[in-house]
């Protein structure tokens, strides 16, 4: 690998207190290194602001419902075509571009590792396809477990408590799928939703014919996660995404796992005030309430899920909310069942300046990244397509570091939402170049567990973006001058130099064997596949990857 030294740049790695000092950065074998000999190539970083590559902690990239958001919008992926060339394959594009075409935008962005954010565990061979088949990132995906039922069963005869049987088979899950770590999407609240048609009123509601609560789920699974140690604590959607009120929801969600360690996703969807059933008009912000919460709890960590206004694809596990989504939309939708482990929508959207439930949204997750005193516990996102596509990172980053723009946008917004947020109250609070490297590399890194990764510190992945320090923020952080990922350069001026393929990223913790003598008669009452080829056992599939311990967190 090429030796190559970063000079005169001002470096921005908050992970190691390094704050826009300028120093050289030096890269060797795929990692950064303390220094490399004269002959190393010498890139010319004078005016240019350094960071590492970026780390997306929760996007929706490859498997079923992706690929299922595909077909559904055909229209969408003739936006923004890539043509094959001597050095890259052709993809299509639109809000959920194809697998080369997602390799190839994010790098360009200067992401270089990427988390899949929700895969049902039956789809593992799918799932892991795509992101094999996705291009210069590094990849892991997230294991739905919140509405499994043969987990259900485990929690049902422990009575809700983290027995043995059951931390062993979250361990023997991941095994078996090339999992990376544990996402609950609406724990329990999907087969509540199949069940009976409603919704979680309660977490201490009965999950109809399985005989355990949300509140079981959350503590069982969560604290399972938590015993393992695996690298990155259990990932959670709260119960009653987007209803009114659902705030009391997620502030009893994270009292429930207090003292553990977890993340909660895309809390913008989360933090409404209001009354279910009472109406568009009666939904308001409590975000700050749950910002306070955070500050007294560090063990917690959440994304935001900032709504852009655009086009907007909503894809989720939680069945439930596509239907209702449906409703309002009325249009073109898809919603389907996966066996015994969760369900899935889809539902293409826009989200409007002038719609007062969407300029709310959009102004709760602007509160959500200003309103926090800890950038290290809020990171970047649109829950990628939920909420907007990545593409949308370089603005929702200047709205975050410019007011005079931020304020600009908000007089386009409808202002009976803007006025029943904070954002009026003076909150002048710009983000400083530090603080999006921490929200958007060495948090959602750290979180991840990912230790060669957010940060430039010697031993650190040579996976390093350096951009043109412009006053215009969006323009800055949508165009990298360089990005170097394992210590190759693969965009300069804008355009892919070269490729790489990526590493697949899994975790492991050991566990007992014969619980599979306690799971397969489960498979057996449950499932449509054979217990025996349930497992991903297919090396071009599974090998090779980078393993990360339990307990290394």
């Known amino acids: 690998m090429t030796a190559i030294r970063i000079t005169g740049g001002a470096v921005h790695d908050p992970a190691n207190d390094v704050d826009g000092e300028i120093r050289d950065v030096c890269l060797n074998d795929g990692k950064v290194v303390a220094d490399v000999g004269p002959e190393a190539r010498r890139i010319d970083a004078r005016g240019m602001v350094v960071m590492a590559g970026g780390v997306d902690i929760h996007a929706h990239i490859a498997g079923p419902k992706v690929n299922a958001a595909r077909r559904l919008s055909p229209e969408e992926r003739r936006a923004e075509p890539l043509d094959r060339t001597q050095l890259l394959r052709s993809g299509t594009g639109g809000l959920v571009p194809s697998t080369f075409a997602t390799g190839y935008r994010y790098s360009l962005l200067g992401y270089t590792t990427v988390v899949e954010a929700a895969a049902p565990p039956l789809a593992a061979r799918h799932v892991l396809s795509e992101l094999r088949d996705t291009p210069m990132i590094d990849k892991a995906f997230l294991i739905l477990m919140g509405n499994n039922q043969v987990l259900f069963e485990l929690i049902r005869r422990s009575g809700g408590d983290v027995s043995q049987q059951l931390r062993d088979a979250v361990a023997w899950w991941l095994e078996a799928t090339g999992g990376y770590g544990v996402k609950l999407v609406n724990p329990g609240g999907v087969e509540l939703w199949k069940q009976s048609g409603g919704a979680v009123q309660s977490l201490d509601d009965d999950v109809v014919g399985f005989g355990v609560t949300p509140r079981q789920v959350l503590e069982a699974i969560g604290g399972a996660v938590d015993e393992l140690g695996l690298p990155h604590p259990v990932h959670v959607h709260a119960n009653n995404l987007g209803v009114p009120g659902n705030a009391d929801t997620t502030l009893e969600t994270m009292r429930t796992l207090s003292g553990r360690q977890a993340h909660f996703a895309h809390v913008q969807f989360h933090s409404y005030g209001g009354k279910p059933g009472g109406g568009a008009g009666g939904i308001k912000s409590r975000a700050p309430e749950l910002i306070e919460y ?150 959602p890194a750290r979180r991840l567990g990912l230790r060669g990764k957010g940060h430039l510190g010697v031993g650190a992945d040579a996976d390093v973006t350096i951009y043109h320090d412009r006053a215009d923020r969006e323009e800055m952080f949508a165009t990298p001058r360089y990005v170097i990922k394992a210590g190759e350069m693969v965009v300069e001026e804008g355009e892919l130099r070269a490729v790489d393929d990526g590493v697949l990223l899994s975790s492991h913790a050991g566990f007992d064997p014969t619980v599979d003598g306690v799971l397969a008669p489960l498979f057996g009452e449950r499932y449509t596949v054979a217990f025996k080829h349930y497992p991903v056992r297919d090396p071009a599939l599974r090998e090779p990857a980078r393993v990360v311990e339990a307990g290394v967190r």
């Open 294 to 443: 955070l500050g007294e709890h560090p063990e917690i960590t959440v994304d935001v899920g900032q709504v852009m206004f655009g086009p907007a694809m909503t894809m989720t596990a939680d069945a439930h909310v596509s239907a209702v989504l449906r409703d309002l939309d009325g249009g073109k939708w898809l919603n389907h069942d996966t066996e015994v482990e969760t369900g899935c929508g889809i539902v293409p959207y826009r989200y409007r300046a002038g719609n007062y439930v969407h300029a709310l949204q959009w102004g709760i997750g602007l509160e959500l990244f200003l309103l926090g005193k800890d950038p290290w516990q809020v990171m970047l996102s649109t829950d990628h397509p939920n909420g907007g596509s990545f593409l949308s990172y370089p603005k929702l980053i200047r709205l975050l570091m410019d007011r005079a723009f931020r304020e600009d946008q908000m007089g386009r917004a409808n202002q009976r939402a803007i006025r029943r947020t904070a954002l009026t109250d003076g909150l002048d609070r710009e983000y400083t170049l530090n603080e999006i490297a921490i929200i958007t590399r060495a948090a």
